[in-house]
């Protein structure tokens, strides 16, 4: 008796010890990867523009992870997306309502500073990071049915919205190890929405609600973590330890 409450008293130390390591932090960005959403960064600052052959090319700023707005150590997590190519060099129009794009990469990085401006629109390759940088994640857009992105243009009198779903792999970064987890639709790491309601001339230096080709606005971006080894380790010992206690008793019953 006294060995089985002391195996269970191991359980509940380890599920105990479970129960403290919340916290992932991986170079200045620290995240609870027991909270529901496990990882969810939202809201998404997001400045993107479309070429002239139809492909996207944009920037944006995590502004918080799992509702904490602290995560980021006084830095900022900053990204690009690039190489989304337009299915038929297809265009965004009042009356082309979905494009559908192939290719696109995303590379995610942690600066200990703040370097973008306050309003997306100025978001750049001069300030997503600099020379402090740390490549935090690089990601790969997944393709289903040989699409990576699916944009929706909608339109309410004169306004725009321009929405966008799609799903990406992880390939490199710091936090590589984190999130190769094959937990997304079809095999992918991420899921991510964006919604652009907010348009400028080609220099963003004023507001054009006729021109989809620079714009501004918000998304989100959720994926799993791959729990930490000594996580599961505390795990394993506990349910070990609670299994041998129980097949002792089972003998004793005998």
């Known amino acids: 008796m006294k060995l089985i409450k002391n195996l269970l008293a191991g359980v509940a130390i380890a599920a105990a010890a479970l129960g403290s390591a919340q916290a ?3 170079a200045g960005v620290t995240w609870d990867n027991t909270s529901f959403v496990d990882f969810f960064a939202s809201p998404l600052q997001i400045h993107q523009t479309i070429q002239p052959d139809g492909s996207l090319v944009g920037w944006g700023r995590a502004l918080a992870l799992n509702g904490d707005f602290g995560a980021f150590s006084g830095g900022q997590l900053a990204f690009k997306f690039t190489g989304y190519s337009a299915i ?10 979905v494009v559908q794009y192939t290719g696109g990469t995303v590379d995610v990085y942690y600066t200990p500073s703040v370097i973008v401006p306050n309003n997306a629109v100025g978001y750049n390759d001069s300030n997503y990071k600099n020379g402090t940088s740390v490549l935090w994640l690089s990601l ?3 393709a289903i049915n040989n699409v990576t992105l699916t944009g929706t243009v909608l339109q309410n009198g004169p306004s725009f919205l321009l929405s966008g779903l799609g799903y990406l792999d992880v390939i490199g970064g710091a936090a590589q190890s984190y999130f190769d987890t094959n937990s997304k639709a079809d095999g992918s790491d991420f899921a ?4 652009l309601n907010q348009f400028y001339n080609p220099a963003g230096t004023a507001q054009d609600p006729s021109n989809l080709f620079n714009s501004a ?27 041998f206690a129980q097949r002792r008793k089972a003998k004793a019953a005998k």
């Not at 606005?217 to 380790?233: M, N």
């Open 217 to 243: 606005g918000t998304g989100d971006l959720s994926g799993l973590t791959v729990p930490e080894p000594g996580s599961i380790a505390l795990l394993g010992l506990g349910l070990a330890g609670l299994g």
């Open 24 to 26: 992932s932090t991986v």
């Open 88 to 97: 038929n060099s297809a265009l965004p129009s009042p009356t082309t309502t």
């Open 192 to 195: 991510f929405n964006i919604g």
């Open 140 to 142: 790969a857009a997944h």
